[in-house]
């Protein structure tokens, strides 16, 4: 099996920042090969959004509330992803999760991380 464990959530103040990081482990995550990985939020009583996506040759795509302010990095040999989040607003506010794709078409999730922006 694979998880993806996620780190760096938290309180922060509007125009403050975050670095949120996710790592691949488990007991078959050596014979895995990522394809892409990612990160999505949901905020209440709104849909999951993709924000940001890195493959596996380091291209990086990013949706529109997260190009400028986000930025996606990764590590494809040690199965990692970051996000840093920079100029955060009280929208940002929202459970942040790490998605993965494998080669093979398998798709991971991480548990969430909340991130609150309010002064």
């Known amino acids: 099996q694979v998880q993806l464990v996620e780190s760096g959530g938290g309180l922060v103040q509007p125009g403050g920042s975050l670095r949120l990081s996710c790592t691949a482990s488990g007991r078959t995550v050596r014979r895995v090969t990522i394809y892409a990985m990612g990160w999505y939020r949901q905020a209440p009583g709104k849909q999951r959004e993709l924000l940001a996506r890195i493959d596996r040759s380091s291209s990086a795509s990013y949706a529109d509330s997260a190009k400028g302010r986000f930025s996606i990095s990764g590590d494809n040999a040690k199965k990692m992803v970051s996000l840093q989040m920079n100029s955060l607003k009280p929208e940002d506010t929202a459970i942040y999760y790490c998605?993965?794709?494998?080669?093979?078409?398998?798709?991971?999730w991480g548990q969430g991380t909340q991130v609150t922006v309010s002064s």
């Open positions: 998605n993965a794709v494998t080669l093979d078409g398998y798709t991971y």
